[in-house]
């Protein structure tokens, strides 16, 4: 008889936030929780400037009320944002992420990309990778309105890193195409 271990329901996630509207999320998340664990993702990148408008990493585990409580803001609508699985530390997570914050694109320009949006995410059609980077799972909620559920990305390759961040023809076109 092969016994297997049962699945932990406390497991570590990080969480990518950005309110829709005010309270900021960092304001909410005290809320939820005494010591909530993040970290601005524009801190120490060329959008420090804008730190007051930035996105939060989140580390929280499942069952934690922040967790909860981000769900259920990006369910509705109040937050925008991705769920990511990794192995690796809060601050491995967030360097990912600032690594692939300013993207060249169009030839030489340059800009932010909110990769951390579902809309854009989805847009940018990520590819998979053989074997996970830091990020193993990136999971977010998009649909059409009124049929929206979880979505995932399996080890996910956004785009050629070097020697920038470039974006390919078809992700810049996707990203500059209206909605129909």
């Known amino acids: 008889?092969?016994?297997?271990?049962?699945?932990?329901?406390?497991?570590?996630?990080?969480?990518?936030?950005?309110?829709?509207q005010k309270p900021s999320v960092v304001r909410s998340l005290y809320e939820q929780t005494d010591v909530p664990k993040w970290l601005y993702l524009?801190?120490?990148?060329?959008?420090?400037?804008?730190?007051?408008?930035?996105?939060?990493?989140?580390e929280a585990k499942q069952q934690s009320p922040e967790y909860q409580w981000a769900l259920k803001g990006l369910?509705?609508?109040?937050?925008?944002?991705?769920i990511l699985e990794s192995s690796e530390s809060l601050e491995s997570v967030t360097s990912w992420l600032?690594?692939?914050?300013?993207?060249?694109?169009?030839?030489?320009?340059?800009?932010l990309l909110r990769l951390y949006d579902p809309e854009v995410w989805q847009r940018l059609s990520p590819g998979t990778q053989d074997q996970a980077d830091v990020i193993e799972r990136v999971i977010y909620w998009y649909g059409e309105s009124g049929q929206e559920r979880w979505q995932t990305t399996d080890?996910?390759?956004l785009f050629t890193m070097?020697?920038?961040?470039?974006?390919?023809?078809?992700?810049?076109?996707?990203?500059?195409?209206?909605?129909?």
Do not use: C, H
């Open 1 to 20: 008889m092969v016994v297997f271990a049962k699945p932990s329901t406390d497991k570590v996630r990080f969480l990518v936030l950005e309110a829709q």
């Open 42 to 58: 524009f801190a120490e990148t060329d959008w420090q400037q804008y730190l007051a408008e930035s996105p939060v990493v989140l």
């Open 75 to 82: 369910k509705e609508g109040r937050l925008i944002g991705l």
């Open 98 to 111: 600032r690594a692939r914050l300013t993207v060249r694109f169009d030839g030489e320009r340059q800009g």
């Open 155 to 157: 080890r996910p390759n």
């Open 162 to 180: 070097l020697p920038v961040p470039t974006l390919s023809e078809t992700q810049w076109q996707a990203l500059n195409t209206p909605e129909a």
